[in-house]
């Protein structure tokens, strides 16, 4: 069974957040998985770095990279937001406005 991530290619180019990252295969796979929008295989490969890698470097990236597949806080906060006037909305529509 074929992997979604692209095989290394040697003229990849690091999405510009990576830029400053170290040199690691196993982030490289990493960083193709993000970029290819495979978000179930970041976070997977993830907590298996942070589990196992010693290099200081390569965990501030990885943590970093995990940081990325989350949405922001901001956006959450917007989104309860939506519910909650939806919700009051339609409880008010149903309560007042409807015959």
């Known amino acids: ?3 979604p991530v692209p095989a290394a290619d040697a003229g990849a180019k690091r999405p510009d957040f990576a830029s400053g990252y ?3 295969e196993t982030l490289d796979v990493l960083l193709r998985a ?3 929008g495979d978000f179930a295989a970041v976070r997977k490969g993830t907590s298996a770095l942070l589990a196992t890698e ?3 470097a390569i965990l501030e990236a990885t943590a970093d990279l995990r940081r990325r597949i989350y949405p922001g806080a901001t956006a959450v906060y917007i989104l309860a937001l939506s519910v909650g006037l939806l919700l009051f909305l339609a409880g008010y529509y149903w309560l007042r406005v409807q015959p």
């Open 54 to 56: 010693t290099d200081d």
């Open 34 to 36: 993000f970029d290819a």
């Open 1 to 3: 069974m074929s992997s």
């Open 22 to 24: 170290p040199e690691s």
